[in-house]
């Protein structure tokens, strides 16, 4: 049975996701059924991710929305 504490976290699973999980680690991955699935699983949504289209705001999107930001003046002597 497999020690729950030698299972890898969700960021070393992002590390092996990148091609950059060490060695120890990734022997881990190799022998532990409930990792590698886990594994496969984010690998499954990392690759839907990257498939969705790509969207930019317009031009002057940053120029239209902070025309609009209203920036309250302190009232009150704050110096006190």
Do not use: Y
Request: charged residues 20%; hydrophobic residues 50%; proline residues 5%.
């Amino acid at each position: 049975m497999t020690d729950i504490s030698m299972h890898l976290n969700t960021d070393e699973i992002e590390l092996w996701a990148q091609g950059l999980l060490p060695a120890a680690r990734a022997m881990h991955l190799a022998d532990c059924s409930l990792c590698r699935v886990e594994a496969e699983r984010e690998r499954k949504v990392i690759l839907q991710l990257v498939q969705l289209p790509k969207f930019a705001p317009s031009a002057g999107f940053a120029d239209r929305v902070m025309a609009q930001v209203k920036v309250h003046a302190p009232s009150g002597d704050w110096t006190a």
